[in-house]
């Protein structure tokens, strides 16, 4: 069965979803007000951060900041020495005053403008999304608030460097007829200097954008095998060596390595990786690990999937298409690697 076919992307009727899409709707409109009620507010009080900056307001021949220094100076007899500790004690102020304001002023912002629109965005994959999974895809579970550990993207070893910044979110968990698989999206970065004009500079280069996707794998096998894009740094693995493949087509797409060089012909098959190659044009540059009798992929992606938006209503039939779209893409990965394929039982 094509598990492509297996949904039509036909509108979603959910008549008893109305009084959520009611409530929904009603916190979508409280939370762009929100926004562009804060946003106004910043901007009006933004200049109150900028208060130092009048002692610098040129008045005749002077600024008011020399006014104040020179008017201090001889009110309190200041000499040298101490005038200038006192212009830098004001400058210190100026400083603290301006950068403070600036931080509460964008944390207030965060706060009472944006927070409310990530709130509903969180409760909508919470009301609809999961709702929508639980109708459309039975053998699946949705948890938005969720993901896949970065240990499992680290310990892979798909890459040659570790996570500094992980994010995941949106895991899928369930059944495709006979396997097993788990996915979720996820995002890794990790840290890297550069050299700028004024030095060395550090900052997070993001080297994974996209799914990950682990299903359960039908052959028996007890060794460990990664697949990796051809031209690419590979990450120095114990015990692990280069496998040289029959297929020249994967071979120049691919680098093989693996535990056991007998094992690894055994789990790519002349048809396995023709398959793998298939779900390839869909997800270029795509990653894979064997091992534990388990398949890891990762499928990278240039947008976030499974995600709303604040700007359309919430009963909008595109967007929760959209959300079935996605699943949908994912889930023939199944179909394409047979890996409903049970000749070798695992009892």
């Known amino acids: 069965m094509n598990t492509s076919n297996r949904h039509n992307s036909k509108p979603v009727a959910l008549p008893d979803m109305k009084a959520t899409f009611q409530a929904l709707e009603k916190q979508r409109h409280q939370a762009i007000k929100a926004f562009w009620v804060t946003l106004v507010k910043s901007l009006l009080l933004l200049p109150l951060c900028f208060l130092p900056g009048m002692l610098f307001i040129p008045i005749g021949d002077a600024t008011l900041w020399q006014t104040v220094t020179e008017h201090s100076t001889s009110l309190f007899d200041l000499s040298t020495e101490m005038e200038t500790n006192f212009a830098m004690a004001l400058f210190m102020v100026g400083s603290v005053w301006f950068f403070g304001s600036l931080y509460l002023l964008i944390r207030f912002f965060n706060r009472r403008g944006r927070e409310p629109g990530r709130v509903y965005l969180r409760d909508y994959k919470t009301k609809v999304f999961s709702q929508i999974c639980a109708d ?13 550990p970065w240990r499992v993207l680290d310990d892979s070893n798909l890459f040659p460097w570790i996570s500094d910044w992980y994010q995941s979110e949106d895991l899928f968990e369930g059944r495709v007829e006979h396997t097993d698989i788990t996915f979720a999206e996820a995002h890794a970065k990790r840290e890297r200097t550069r050299v700028t004009g004024e030095g060395m500079e550090t900052y997070l280069d993001s080297y994974f954008r996209g799914i990950i996707f682990i299903a359960d794998f039908h052959k028996h096998f007890h060794s460990t095998t990664r697949i990796t894009p051809a031209g690419e740094k590979l990450k120095r693995v114990r015990k692990q060596e280069s496998v040289i493949l029959e297929d020249p ?40 690990l064997f091992q534990d009798e388990k398949m890891l992929m990762l499928l990278p992606a240039h947008r976030d999937r499974f995600e709303p938006s604040l700007y359309k209503r919430a009963d909008c039939e595109t967007q929760i298409n959209s959300f079935i779209a996605d699943v949908e893409t994912l889930l023939p990965v199944v179909d394409e690697l047979n890996l409903n394929l049970r000749i070798w039982s695992k009892s």
Request: hydrophobic fraction near 35%; aromatic fraction near 14%; proline fraction near 4%.
């Open 249 to 288: 087509e994967f071979q120049s797409f691919f680098v093989t390595t693996s535990t056991d060089q007998s094992d690894v012909r055994y789990i790519l098959s002349t048809s396995m990786m023709r398959r793998i190659l298939c779900v390839h044009k869909r997800f270029p540059k795509l990653r894979i």
């Open 136 to 148: 459309h895809f039975a053998n699946l579970t949705y948890k938005p608030n969720s993901g896949i």
